[in-house]
């Protein structure tokens, strides 16, 4: 079992900066892929990123490309995702998902642990 617990999230003006954290605990952090998810109301939950258990690959969904970035900082079980230039329809509850071995970083039902999730809202 993978336990992750999501925080950073807020409330920010748009053009504005938030960091989001997500500590692990179980098991052993560095084999998994890690990824973020949102979802907004009324919407279905989205990719915004992922990386490899080294962080050597990343991917990123369009909207986010060149705004945010995702990182690992393995000797204290942590991923982030540091989001820029930061829009109101980036508002949405963030999520963090880890699994070993996803076939695709993209889908949400090939992640098998997931955080709580850490609210982000961002003003007009």
């Known amino acids: 079992q993978v336990q992750l617990v999501e925080s950073g999230g807020g409330l920010v003006r748009a053009g504005g900066s938030l960091r989001l954290s997500c500590a692990a605990s179980?098991?052993?952090?560095?084999?998994?892929?890690m990824g973020w998810f949102r979802q907004a109301p009324g919407k279905e939950r989205e990719f915004v990123a992922a990386l490899s258990w080294s962080g050597a690959t990343t991917d990123y969904a369009d909207s986010v490309k060149g705004r945010f970035t995702i990182s690992r900082n393995n000797a204290n079980n942590t991923v982030y995702l540091h989001m820029n230039s930061l829009k109101p329809e980036d508002t949405a509850v963030y999520y963090c998902?880890?699994?070993?071995?996803?076939?695709?970083?993209?889908?949400?039902?090939?992640?098998?642990?997931w955080g709580q999730g850490t609210q982000v809202t961002v003003s007009s």
């Open positions: 998902a880890a699994d070993p071995y996803p076939s695709s970083w993209s889908r949400d039902h090939e992640y098998d642990y």
């Open positions: 179980g098991r052993t952090f560095n084999n998994y892929a």
